[in-house]
């Protein structure tokens, strides 16, 4: 059983920094895609970033595009995404979601397993 266990989000001043932790376990994730969406009140959920785990190859959407880092400690089976230069449009609940395959893909209909989500919220 896939588990991501996402954590680290808080409110943070507008400028300021933050970094997200997202630890999987229950899979061997050498050929999975891992990937950080974003949903605000109101709005649907939106890709922020992607990582695949082997290879390590990105994707960015463009509105974090410079700010934000995904990246993988994979002794610790763990996804991060460093957040920085922080805007109050970053607010929103944060998930991490990983999709079997390699392929970064920005749908949420290609990721097959989501983390319970963690609260970012920028004040200005």
């Known amino acids: 059983q896939v588990q991501l266990v996402e954590s680290g989000g808080g409110l943070v001043h507008t400028g300021g920094s933050l970094r997200l932790s997202c630890a999987a376990s229950?899979?061997?994730?050498?050929?999975?895609?891992m990937g950080w969406f974003r949903q605000a009140p109101g709005k649907e959920r939106e890709f922020v970033a992607a990582?695949?785990?082997?290879?390590?190859?990105?994707y960015y959407a463009d509105s974090v595009t410079g700010r934000f880092t995904i990246s993988i400690d994979n002794a610790k089976n763990t996804v991060y995404l460093q957040m920085n230069s922080l805007k109050p449009e970053d607010t929103a609940v944060y998930y991490c979601?990983?999709?079997?395959?390699?392929?970064?893909?920005?749908?949420?209909?290609?990721?097959?397993?989501w983390g319970q989500g963690t609260q970012v919220t920028v004040s200005s």
């Open positions: 229950g899979r061997t994730f050498s050929r999975y895609a």
């Open positions: 990582l695949n785990w082997s290879g390590g190859s990105t």
């Open positions: 979601a990983a999709r079997r395959g390699r392929e970064l893909v920005t749908g949420t209909l290609g990721y097959d397993y």
